[in-house]
């Protein structure tokens, strides 16, 4: 990134005359009872941190001044507000604040029409307009991004276009900003803004959990998430599901990357807060694993948010060993762990084909509903009342269609079989995970490609945001 101090070392040194002063006076007048959308904060702290942003790249004083008073004829009087500005600041800075206004009349036009003509506006606005711009809509999409994180989705509502006017609007003048090819070093700093904003405002967010240490076998789950990535940025495959959502073009989901497990902090630590910040914002989880011991945080977080769960278990293990080889965490103990803290209203497993007589008794203590393989006929919807998790592990397909796993067992599912079912689940989903998919396993990529297929369809099952398919 360009060195900005660097290049105002180049420049002579210059003051800043009593007329900003005037300014302030002038800025203080407007807008000295106002305060930020939502926050409490005084209006003045966002006008004096343009004007500073504006100082600090390189503009003069009459372009600081004009930021103090951008906002003052928008919202404090239109025209006659104006000819003040003219008579105690000048020419100049009436016509940067002019520049910079996107309504003089009232009352208004509507919100959208308004934008929009302000967005065409930009395309002929001078370089120093578009400094006092790109300053102001920095800082709001920084304070907009700063609120999300600390108070939740309810910040949308404070805005006239709501979660998707708004996300229109910043991609909108993104864009002109671009094509004009001016403060390019602000440009990329809006654009860092607006795509940290498109992830705050995510619907589904898919979280990489790179850890497969309670794996009791084989090692190598913690390669699963960059090879399904891998797999769907393919020249092999494209994004789009088998309902026609094509997730390419849908903005409602957003890839957060991976967790790191190199720190002190335990995985189920890290992965329990990391859901817990994206569940904060109103949306929903799809973890990529990893072992299947990364599910009991997941669901922890999911839970403590919407309260005890229905799960859907696809696998071709029970997952209910008390302990397994002494490990009450490995990835063969995760549902045990879950029904012993109340997480689950209704646990029911399709896919199982090695219940043993220890799995048995979990299974019969806690009520949970086995559609093991020799009994299930592959056919029928399954429907739940309330939010719904589900839990697929990839090992509950035939080895036939998923060779890349650590514990293979024939006679299970196919990947229409698994497809049907995740597309004709019933009930709200508002979670999800894959998991066990071992790239070590897996050297023709099969198990990958599928995976990122049963990755897409899981994605558009949960954006299309239905209770039933």
């Known amino acids: 990134m360009e060195d900005v101090h660097k290049r105002h070392r180049t420049q002579p040194p210059v003051g800043l005359s009593p007329r900003f002063r005037e300014a302030l006076a002038t800025a203080f007048d407007y807008h000295s009872r106002q305060v930020r959308k939502g926050s409490g904060v005084p209006y003045l702290s966002h006008l004096l941190a343009v004007a500073a942003m504006v100082l ?9 001044v004009a930021a103090l008073l951008h906002d003052a004829v928008e919202d404090q009087g239109g025209e006659a507000t104006l000819e ?15 520049a910079c206004s996107d309504c003089l009349e009232s009352p208004k036009p509507p919100w959208r029409e308004r934008k929009e003509a302000y967005l065409q506006h930009l395309e002929t606005a001078s370089a120093d307009a578009l400094l006092i711009t790109l300053a102001d809509k920095i800082h709001n999409a920084r304070t907009i991004a700063e609120d999300l994180e600390r108070e939740g989705p309810g910040v949308w509502d404070r805005f006239r276009g709501g979660r998707s006017g708004t996300l229109w609007y910043y991609r909108s003048l993104l864009q002109r900003l671009q094509c004009r ?4 070093h602000l440009v990329r700093e809006l654009g860092a803004l607006v795509e940290r904003l ?10 990489g959990v790179p850890f497969d240490a309670n794996s009791s076998h084989r090692r ?12 769907l940025r393919s020249g092999s495959m494209n994004l789009t599901a088998e309902c026609g959502l094509a997730l390419d073009r849908n903005d409602q989901w957003a890839d957060a990357g991976d967790l790191s497990f190199s720190g002190t902090e335990s995985m189920v630590e890290k992965v329990q807060r990391a859901v817990d910040g ?16 990364i599910t009991v945080p997941v669901v922890r977080a999911v839970a403590a948010r919407h309260g005890p769960l229905n799960i859907l278990h696809l696998d071709a293990h029970p997952d209910l060993y008390p302990a397994l080889d002494g490990n009450p965490m490995s990835h063969g103990s995760p549902f045990a762990r879950i029904l012993e803290e109340g997480l689950a209203r209704r646990l029911v497993q399709v896919g199982v084909r090695t219940m043993n007589e220890e799995q048995r008794k ?14 299930w006929n592959g056919t029928g919807d399954l429907e739940f009342d309330g939010p719904v998790y589900l839990s697929l592990d990839v090992d509950c397909l035939d080895p036939a269609y998923a060779p890349g796993v650590s514990h293979p067992e024939p006679g299970g599912l196919s990947t229409r079989q698994v497809l049907r079912l995740v597309n ?14 071992n790239p070590e396993r897996d050297p023709s990529g099969i198990t990958a490609a599928l995976g990122a297929k049963l990755f897409k369809e899981i994605l558009a099952r949960m954006l299309r945001r239905k209770e039933d398919p």
């Not at 190598?220 to 797999?231: F, K, V």
């Not at 689940?425 to 508002?430: A, K, P, Q, Y």
């Open 220 to 231: 190598g789950p913690a390669l699963a998430p960059g090879r399904i990535r891998e797999a």
């Open 278 to 293: 994206i569940l904060k914002l109103g949306g929903a989880v799809l973890a990529l694993g990893g072992d299947h011991s």
């Open 424 to 437: 004709g689940l019933r009930g709200r989903l508002v979670g999800a995970d894959l998991v066990e998919i």
């Open 84 to 98: 003040v500005i003219r008579t105690r600041l000048g020419d100049r800075v009436a016509s940067l604040v002019w």
């Open 56 to 64: 600090e790249n390189g503009g003069d004083e009459d372009v600081a």
């Open 362 to 375: 979990v299974a019969e203590r806690f009520g949970v509903e086995v559609l093991s393989m020799d009994r």
């Open 198 to 207: 498109r992830r705050l405002a995510a619907r589904v967010t898919v979280l």
């Open 181 to 184: 090819n001016l403060h390019p």
